[in-house]
């Protein structure tokens, strides 16, 4: 059988898992399975460059987890893992940190956005995080990279911090490539910010159905839409953006909303009754994992990544020169 290209992917554990999450890349990640390697893994030391806490990741790492064998991440055909117990990404981060000038990471656009999230947090992590996301890749010889648009610039950089090694010391780390997710920017429930845990604005996918019925009914919808009797303007809508995402049969609803024969109020019942049909099996099967298998799924990937990280290691510590 032909060698299958490796990819990677992370997600960090920031809170409950959303539809943003679910539509920009899990779903991608199930697909990619059949094509690919797969590497993936919950990015707890990211997670740290805005919450120092760990212990506050502890039940949202378990709970992604679960979220992701739920919606069908198979760990027979990829490797799920914890980033922390894979502490080789660390050392790669201090030796790749050696050979980045600092004006390619200030030219990096999140830092700037996320320093602006957290004024009272602009730590060193936060701005060596496209580093961090580097040695992820490169520890495993990553060379297929499925992010978001929003994740271009981090790729770009890792590329050449790839390059600046290989010139610098010997061709060790493949170049990683972007393999780009094509979803629109999933809005929340505000109808103005991407959907994020850090925002607030999120609709659950595994959540009870009560969970779901609230978020949904908490959604801003057509604001020039002040009466049921005036004809919507789907375009515009949040909530119609939802039916085309996740219904085949979205146009209907999209000429009722702009005949005025459906109102705003409507359209949200029935989205949430039509998301939590959607999502019913993955809500199943989210129950039917026991804790300890959850667990025992994310060690023995974890093992499994941290092998394979050892042994780049030992080819990066040659390359630089240092006892492998
Ligand atoms: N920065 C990514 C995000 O916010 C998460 C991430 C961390 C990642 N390390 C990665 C994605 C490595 C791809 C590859 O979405």
Same mark, same amino acid.
């Given at each position: 059988m032909a060698v299958r290209t490796r990819i990677l992917s992370g997600m960090r554990p920031t809170g409950r898992f959303h539809l943003g999450n679910y539509l920009g890349a899990a779903k991608n990640w199930v697909e990619l399975q059949d094509r690919y390697e797969c590497f993936y893994f919950i990015a707890d030391y990211h997670a740290l460059t805005t919450e120092p806490d760990g212990h506050k990741a502890e039940d949202k790492v378990f709970d992604l987890t679960a979220d992701l064998l739920a919606v069908g991440i198979d760990p027979k055909r990829s490797v799920l893992y914890l980033q922390s117990k894979v502490p080789e990404v660390a050392e790669l981060t201090l030796l790749?940190?050696?050979?980045?000038?600092?004006?390619?990471?200030?030219?990096?656009?999140?830092?700037?956005?996320?320093a602006k999230q957290h004024p009272d947090n602009v730590n060193l992590g936060l701005f060596s995080y496209p580093i961090l996301q580097g040695a992820d890749i490169l520890v495993v010889k990553g060379t297929g990279v499925p992010v978001g648009k929003d994740q271009l610039a981090h790729l770009e950089l890792v590329r050449e911090v790839a390059?600046?090694?290989?010139?610098?010391?010997?061709?060790?780390l493949p170049e990683p =490539?972007?393999?780009?997710?094509?979803?629109?920017?999933?809005?929340?429930?505000?109808?103005?910010?991407?959907?994020?845990?850090?925002?607030?604005?999120?609709?659950?996918?595994?959540?009870?159905?009560?969970?779901?019925?609230?978020q949904v009914h908490s959604m801003v919808t057509d604001v020039k839409r002040p009466r049921?009797?005036?004809?919507? =303007?789907?375009?515009?809508?949040?909530?119609?953006?939802?039916?085309?995402?996740?219904?085949?049969?979205?146009? =209907?609803?999209?000429?009722?909303?702009?005949?005025?024969?459906?109102?705003?109020?409507?359209?949200?019942?029935?989205?949430?009754?039509?998301?939590?049909?959607?999502?019913?099996?993955?809500?199943?099967?989210?129950?039917?994992?026991?804790?300890?298998?959850?667990?025992?799924?994310?060690?023995?990937?974890?093992?499994?990544?941290?092998?394979?990280?050892?042994?780049?290691?030992?080819?990066?510590?040659?390359?630089?020169?240092?006892?492998?």
């Open positions: 790749l940190s050696m050979v980045t000038p600092l004006s390619w990471v200030q030219r990096v656009p999140t830092f700037k956005q996320m390059r600046r090694f290989n010139r610098t010391y010997a061709s060790v =490539h972007a393999l780009l997710t094509e979803t629109p920017l999933i809005k929340g429930t505000d109808g103005k910010k991407r959907m994020s845990k850090t925002v607030g604005n999120i609709v659950g996918v595994t959540d009870d159905p009560e969970v779901i019925r609230k049921r009797s005036d004809p919507g =303007h789907p375009r515009q809508c949040n909530v119609c953006a939802f039916y085309k995402y996740f219904f085949d049969d979205w146009q =209907h609803y999209w000429d009722l909303c702009r005949k005025a024969e459906i109102g705003c109020n409507d359209k949200k019942k029935i989205l949430a009754e039509r998301l939590i049909e959607r999502f019913a099996p993955f809500r199943e099967a989210r129950s039917e994992l026991s804790p300890e298998l959850v667990t025992s799924i994310l060690d023995e990937g974890s093992a499994r990544a941290r092998d394979v990280a050892r042994q780049t290691l030992r080819e990066v510590r040659t390359a630089v020169g240092l006892p492998a």
